[in-house]
């Protein structure tokens, strides 16, 4: 199953920016864009923005989803500890029919 | 304020049948595809497939021959079953939908 393509970990400092990337192809995050979930060490993954680039209730701003063409975006502002996690981009494929995951970004805040 | 449950057995024998259930606790059951993903130890999520409150479904293609997933629209409840299960299928297994997720369910496969 052809997957979406995230850097496997990326390191900032507390209270920087981070931009996390997610490439698909015109099938999925070209086509409808891709939501972006955190999850922590040994909980479950969590909403943070659906397709449509809109944040669920009691998601931080700091947290926004964009998208240009094929790929798919995730800032998060003013770094805080405890947004140290995994960050995984999921898109739906027209082609499969199915959902696809990227690999997942380790984010360490500095 | 939606909940989600999820229960089944955790440890299987190869070639043995993984059963899981999800139940659904407020909000709208017919509003959404409920979804099962799920995490092998160390590794990145994998969607296995969806289904919604009048039973349609969708499936991971490299899956599909042993998944199947159900609804039962008067508990609220939907189901996973994934057949011939190895050694490969060992993971912590989610459901969820709308932006929501159950607590997850550790399942282990080992003769």
């Known amino acids: 199953q052809a997957g979406l393509t995230q850097p496997p970990s990326v390191s900032k400092g507390l209270r920087q920016t981070a931009t996390l990337t997610c490439t698909g192809n015109s099938n999925n995050v070209g086509d409808q864009g891709a939501a972006w979930l955190q999850q922590h060490q040994g909980h479950p993954p969590k909403h943070l923005s659906y397709?449509?680039?809109n944040r669920p209730s009691g998601i931080s701003d700091r947290f926004s989803a964009s998208r240009s063409g094929n790929t798919a975006s995730l800032t998060i502002t003013g770094l805080q500890p405890e947004d140290e996690a995994d960050y995984y981009c999921?898109?739906?494929?027209?082609?499969?029919?199915?959902?696809?995951f990227g690999g997942g970004t380790k984010l360490t805040v500095l | 304020q939606v909940q989600l449950q999820q229960w089944g057995a955790g440890l299987l024998k190869p070639s043995e049948t993984l059963s899981l259930t999800c139940a659904v606790y407020?909000?709208?059951?017919?509003?959404?595809?409920w979804t099962w993903i799920r995490q092998p130890p160390g590794k990145g999520l994998e969607w296995i497939g969806e289904v919604n409150h009048s039973g349609s479904t969708n499936y991971n293609p490299s899956l599909k021959s042993r998944v199947t997933i159900s609804v039962d629209t008067s508990k609220n409840q939907f189901s996973l079953k994934l057949s011939s299960v190895t050694a490969t299928d060992t993971a912590v297994y989610y459901c969820?939908?709308?932006?929501?997720w159950g607590q997850g369910t550790l399942v282990t496969v080992s003769s």
């Open positions: 407020g909000g709208s059951f017919s509003g959404y595809y």
């Open positions: 397709r449509n680039n």
């Open positions: 969820g939908g709308g932006g929501y």
């Open positions: 999921s898109a739906w494929d027209s082609s499969l029919s199915a959902w696809v």
